[in-house]
């Protein structure tokens, strides 16, 4: 079965610093999603990779595969407390068909 | 993309009774998924239900203690049985399909358990 690891498990940054988030795949990965948690609520879709060497941005968060579709980082531009919370990688076989296999996440603090 | 309710958000039960979930999709889809979010975990995957066949079970995962119901393409169910206070957790349902490349799989908006 595939396993995620994430890394690092948790982080705390000053506001206003870059991050950057891992999470590599032990098997090729076919579709590799982003999540975002606060704190006790819904998971929030971030992005979806799915082909090698893809790059994705939405605000201030970019999202990259590399070539070999096995690993992904989650890049935060500027963090701003409003980016605190769990940080999901999730990866699924058939997209959309079978459940999501997710990583431990990656807990991120943003202080002042 | 699918629009999911679920309900309860939040129980508190004894130990030894059930929960029932319920997860109601604005859309008929195939397969939902079941996860379960152990206090500062990640999201173990409980089962995949299948409308029209039983429910398949992750290891470490068994149908007496999470029997699921699928009785229609728009709806389940999951009942946590015969609870303990390991069971406190958030419980999560998911869909996934045609928009998920998109839009992502959807989540509920899970319900928080606490068994006393």
């Known amino acids: 079965s595939q396993e995620l690891e994430q890394s690092p498990q948790s982080l705390i940054v000053q506001e206003g610093k870059n991050l950057t988030i891992n999470c590599t795949s032990s098997?090729?990965?076919?579709?590799l999603y982003w999540y975002k948690q606060k704190y006790g609520e819904g998971l929030i879709f971030l992005m979806m990779?799915?082909?090698?060497?893809e790059e994705k941005s939405h605000e201030k968060i970019t999202a990259k595969l590399d070539e070999k579709k096995q690993q992904s980082s989650l890049h935060i531009t500027a963090s701003q407390p409003s980016h605190a919370g769990i940080y999901l990688c999730?990866?699924?076989?058939?997209?959309?068909?079978?459940?999501?296999?997710f990583g431990k996440g990656t807990r991120l603090s943003v202080i002042a | 993309s699918a629009v999911i309710s679920q309900k309860p958000s939040r129980d508190i039960c004894q130990r030894g009774t059930s929960l029932t979930i319920q997860c109601q999709v604005d859309s008929q889809v195939t397969m939902m998924f079941w996860y379960r979010q152990q206090p500062g975990q990640s999201l173990t995957l409980i089962a995949t239900?299948?409308?029209?066949?039983?429910?398949?079970?992750e290891s470490g995962f068994v149908i007496d203690k999470f029997p699921i119901s699928r009785p229609n393409l728009t709806f389940s169910t999951l009942t946590v049985s015969n609870l303990s206070p390991e069971d406190s957790s958030i419980y999560l349902c998911?869909?996934?399909?045609?928009?998920?490349?998109?839009?992502?799989?959807?989540f509920g908006s899970g319900t928080r358990l606490t068994v006393v």
């Open positions: 990779l799915q082909k090698g060497g």
């Open positions: 098997k090729t990965l076919y579709g």
């Open positions: 999730g990866a699924d076989s058939l997209s959309g068909n079978t459940p999501l296999v």
């Open positions: 998911s869909v996934g399909g045609i928009g998920a490349t998109n839009y992502g799989y959807t």
């Open positions: 239900a299948n409308q029209g066949s039983e429910a398949t079970y």
